[in-house]
């Protein structure tokens, strides 16, 4: 399957990111992957480990696919919750676009 | 933005404890006074964190939790468990119904607060 | 709402938590083995267990600590409620009663009978049987002891639980200029469960960064592909050191609610340095962002710190109640199949729940109630001025009074049943006096009690208490005889008395019926002869003997008893039931017992009435009493005696009863083919036709006492006021029929014997 030649998408989080809404996610970058992806992070108010753990495995999943796919626009929540629970991947906690 | 806390417990007295104690910790407090009226009203009012009795009349807290265990909306709900039941059996049953922690009565308002503080964000 | 409003709350309910225990044991003693009446009656003194306990009533706590641990073996199947079992139980009921008085108006309990329950109760949750707990009770936990004797926590029980665990040692520490504390490191691995339960493990590594300074490895080795993953499972797992001056225990409490859902590993690394081979994230101090509660750690710690020893207290208490429910433990393990049980048969309840409810101050009902009244005789008065203004009885100002009426009238019915109750609360504290009486002459007694959802307005069972509790402590003092009496007549040693509640013809009758050896009728007429009550050759029938008991300053007791015999007799009895616009008497067969029967109006307030005229008088005559009207011909009359008459009805002949005369309106006998008959039934029992000169109509009048506005007159029972504003007197039935019987009795007389 190859990918289309296209501007790169983008996903808004939700707000709150607790187990109800990791299988969402989860869903959403499935369907998501093969072109590059940007991840608005500005409204999220809370992260639970589920979801940190689905981003996580979208990173990895891009970085297969030899696409981009960046967190921008990280709300302080995102980065605090993210650098509480020990995950420093830069693509997720990178502040820059 | 305030906090929502459902409250469910048969006992007046206690609502009302709970009510004061939790009015004043600056949260808003939804109150049902059994697992039945506990279930109604969930849905309307989408609280943050719950407390419930386990001893009540038409449905007990066990059912209650399970209840809400149950519905895709709330399942992810903390729910804590307010009791005078301090033994093992009591708390393994209600973490087996899916409580997320519990409060031995007669609670201390400090301790209600502290407890519902560590289970809610 | 302030502490007191909420204890006053308590108060309130510990009194409706008593009701319903005292009504589930007593059905349980009526061989009720309903899963729900057992959780019934262990969740009203679990409830007031945990209300007391709030407010700090440590001796309610105690006792009602001691009383559910027994029930639950109940509940548990583990002790079967035998009759036994439920005296005992019974007598705890009372006991918790007096606890919860004594906590709301001070004052003390009776320590020995409490302390002696709880010995029974205890021996009871031990399996003992109720008779050999006399010697030697249990020593252990001879009561719950005070929370405050209470030693520090045990760091688990038996099952693996640990009460939210509280070292003092951290304090120590701060007293010394610790400035680094010690290293701890935390190995951290949530399962699914954890997250399934409402658990966050985000949320927890925030409440142990608080704890001191922390650098945390995150291993997300096991996290498989986007593909293969299952959104909902745990993955992450957590390495942390952090440096903290609290102790282990405080580290682990942390995890308290998330300990079985997840592997935890908390190791002493004293002085192991900053751990370089590990790619550590320092995590900030500053999380205020994740925490709008509490601004950083200084604040939380000092929080902490005051609240500790709350937390102490509120453990110790804790670690009480297990102690003693230890004992209860093997029961509870049975629990879950009987809770099931119980869970299935709330449903089946939940239908059946009662309805909401609001408290209302009664005076607030009292008061709509007096308007309510004002607003029917205003009604009845603009009525009678339409019609007397408007002969033609068809305008439309006629048909909107009819409308008036109808709705004045549903407004009357619907605010009276505001306050009708059911009787149920007066008939359980007769059983509590019941057994205490019986107990303490020596009688083997059992109350049976029927009808008790029958509901009357508040103010008749409010004034009922008085005289039926006299009269309950007569019938077990004076109506029973002693087990060895009874069996010596070849009856069953324990007596019964019978209370029963019910409607009848607009009106409540109540019954209180013993087993016991009935009016010794010799022994009465004696009495009354010996104090110039009736002649010593009067010739009186059985039941007009038997009525005597309630003439002035009778008592058959040879002995003034302390029980019923406070010089209070069955006379201020039948006037305080008379007062309220009743009618008591008894009946009594010698050797099988004495049935003693009250009937009262259904309130206080309004009375459907047929409104008559005799001698020129506007009298209203109670509907319920009424069983038909006729027109008597001259050839139903018959004469008999002197001046007595009889009408034939149909097959039967009746007594006519002349009003006026009894009233005293006319001195000659009116002639009963120019008046009208009023056929009723007296509570006696049997017919009279009352003889009026002709009926006005049927209304309801709102009845105003005679007694609090002028004073009593005999065979009156009240007044009203009519539609055009006159007063008129309502007629007491009964007491006009007795007078009419008792023609060898002085007036005043007659209607106290026999009304």
């Not at chain 1, 999943?61 to 796919?69: I, N």
Request: charged share 25%.
């Amino acid at each position: 399957m190859a990918a289309k030649k296209a501007g790169p998408a983008s996903l808004k989080l939700a707000a709150v990111l607790d187990l109800n809404e990791a299988s969402n996610l989860h869903g959403k970058l499935v369907s998501m992957r093969g072109s590059d992806l940007r991840i608005d992070a500005s409204g999220v108010e809370r992260v639970g480990v589920q979801c940190a753990q689905v981003l996580l495995a979208g990173v990895k999943a891009w970085e297969e696919d030899k696409k981009s796919l960046l967190v921008e626009k990280a709300s302080d929540a995102f980065q605090k919750t993210m650098q509480l629970i020990g995950i420093n991947n830069q693509n997720l906690v990178a502040k820059e676009i | 933005m305030k906090k929502k806390v459902l409250t469910v417990d048969d006992s007046r007295t206690i609502r009302n404890m709970l009510l004061v104690t939790l009015n004043n910790a600056g949260f808003e407090t939804i109150q049902a006074e059994d697992g039945v009226e506990g279930l109604e009203v969930l849905e309307g009012c989408n609280p943050d964190v719950i407390v419930t009795d386990i001893n009540m009349p038409r449905l007990d807290g066990f059912g209650f939790i399970e209840g809400v265990r149950r519905n895709e909306k709330f399942r992810a709900v903390p729910i804590l468990v307010l009791t005078t039941e301090s033994d093992a059996e009591k708390k393994n049953r209600a973490r087996q119904a899916g409580a997320t922690g519990w409060i031995v009565k007669p609670f201390d308002p400090a301790k209600l607060i502290d407890a519902i503080e560590r289970v809610t964000a | 709402m302030d502490m007191n409003e909420i204890k006053e709350i308590f108060f309130q309910e510990c009194e409706e938590q008593l009701a319903e225990l005292e009504s589930g044991l007593l059905k349980l003693n009526d061989g009720d083995r309903d899963p729900e009446t057992v959780n019934a009656v262990f969740r009203a003194v679990h409830s007031i267990k945990g209300g007391a306990g709030a407010f700090g009533l440590d001796d309610l706590v105690s006792f009602a600590h001691v009383f559910e641990t027994t029930l639950d073996c109940v509940r548990s199947n583990k002790l079967e409620p035998t009759q036994d079992v439920l005296k005992v139980m019974l007598k705890s009921a009372d006991v918790l009663a007096d606890l919860v008085t004594a906590s709301r108006d001070g004052g003390g309990v009776d320590e020995s009978r409490s302390r002696s329950l709880v010995k029974e109760l205890e021996a009871l949750a031990h399996g003992e049987l109720p008779s050999s707990s006399g010697h030697d009770a249990p020593k252990p936990a001879a009561k719950a002891a005070p929370a405050a004797k209470v030693e520090l926590p045990k760091p688990s029980d038996d099952s693996g639980f640990q009460p939210i665990p509280f070292s003092f040692d951290g304090f120590g520490e701060d007293d010394e200029p610790a400035v680094e504390g010690s290293l701890y490191e935390v190995i951290f691995k949530p399962r699914r469960e954890l997250y399934s339960k409402g658990n966050e493990a985000a949320l927890l590594l925030r409440d142990l960064s608080r704890l001191g300074e922390m650098s945390i490895n995150c291993d997300t080795d096991a996290l498989p592909a986007l593909d293969r993953m299952d959104p909902e499972a745990s993955y992450f797992s957590w390495k942390i050191s952090i440096r903290t001056t609290r102790s282990e225990d405080d580290i682990r409490a942390v995890f308290e609610f998330a300990e079985w859902d997840c592997d935890l590993e908390v190791k002493f690394a004293e002085e192991a340095s900053s751990n370089e081979e590990l790619p550590m994230v320092p995590v900030p101090f500053d999380l205020s962002i994740l925490d709008d509660s509490s601004a950083g750690e200084e604040e939380t710690a000092s929080e902490r710190g005051a609240s500790e020893e709350a937390v102490a207290a509120a453990l110790s208490a804790a670690e009480t109640a297990s102690n003693v429910s230890r004992a209860a433990r093997v029961a509870e393990k049975k629990e879950s199949a009987a809770a099931s049980a119980a869970a299935q048969n709330n449903a089946a309840a939940a239908a059946a729940g009662a309805g909401q409810t609001i408290r209302v101050d009664l005076d607030r009902v009292d008061r709509l109630i007096n308007l309510v009244g004002e607003l029917v005789i205003n009604q009845a008065m603009l009525s009678q001025s339409v019609v007397e203004n408007d002969a033609t009885g068809t305008s439309a100002v006629n048909m909107g009074l009819e409308e008036l009426q109808q709705l004045t009238r549903e407004i009357q019915d619907s605010v009276m049943a505001i306050r009708a109750q059911p009787v149920k609360p007066v008939f359980q504290r007769m059983s509590r006096i019941v057994r205490e009486v019986a107990d303490m002459v020596g009688k083997s007694i059992r109350l049976v009690t029927e009808g008790e959802n029958t509901e009357v307005d508040k103010t008749v069972i409010d004034k009922i208490a008085e005289p039926l509790t006299h009269m309950i402590r007569n019938a077990v003092d004076h109506g029973i005889e002693s087990p060895e009496k009874r069996e010596a007549a070849g009856k069953d040693p324990e007596g019964t008395i019978k209370l029963t509640a019910k409607h009848r013809s607009g009106r409540i009758l109540i019954e209180l019926a013993d087993d016991g050896a009935g009016i010794n009728r010799e022994r009465v007429r004696q009495k009354a002869i010996d104090n110039d009550i009736i002649a010593a050759d009067a010739n009186l029938s059985d039941d007009e003997i038997d009525n005597l008991i309630f003439m002035a300053g009778f008592s058959t007791a040879d002995k003034i008893s302390d029980i019923s015999g406070r010089g209070v007799g069955m006379d201020v009895v039948k006037r305080s039931i008379q007062a309220l616009g009743g009618r008591i008497s008894i009946s009594s067969r010698p050797g099988y017992g004495s049935t003693f029967t009250m009937s009262l109006p259904l309130t206080l307030a309004v009375l459907d009435g047929m409104v008559v005229t005799v001698a020129g008088q506007t009298l209203v005559v109670p509907l319920t009493a009424i069983v038909e009207t006729l027109q008597p011909e001259a050839s139903a009359i018959h004469s008999f005696g002197a001046n007595q008459r009889l009408i034939s009805i149909r097959n039967s002949f009746c007594p006519l009863v002349d009003v006026g005369r009894v009233l005293n309106y006319r001195t000659t006998q009116a002639n009963p083919v120019e008046g009208v008959a009023l056929l009723v039934e007296s509570e006696g029992g049997g017919q009279r036709a009352l003889m009026v000169d002709a009926i006005q109509g049927q209304r309801q009048v709102v009845i105003k006492s005679l007694e609090a506005n002028y004073t009593h007159v005999p065979g009156i029972a009240a007044a009203t006021i009519l539609g055009d504003g006159r007063v008129a007197l309502i007629l007491d039935v009964d007491a006009v029929v007795a007078a009419s019987r008792g023609q060898s009795m002085k007036p005043e007389m007659s209607l106290a014997a026999t009304g």
